[in-house]
């Protein structure tokens, strides 16, 4: 029975236990930021592609 006590008392391992819920906390608020990101990042590719094509097409159309 004082063995069983013990083990419950023990608090040992907790720190890590945090620390780990906090990192995988801070994984998935990660993972849902740069989903959530993701479509706007793409719309900007799509306007800097569409204007380097507008520029080289000007700068060719221009010798």
Excluded: C, H, P
């Amino acid at each position: 029975m004082t063995f069983l006590r013990n083990l419950w008392n023990d608090e040992q391992g907790q720190d890590l236990i945090e620390y780990t819920l906090l990192m995988a906390f801070v994984a998935l608020a990660s993972a849902a930021l740069f989903i959530g990101a993701g479509g706007n990042i793409s719309a900007i590719w799509k306007v800097s592609n569409a204007q380097l094509s507008n520029a080289a097409t000007a700068a060719n159309g221009v010798s």
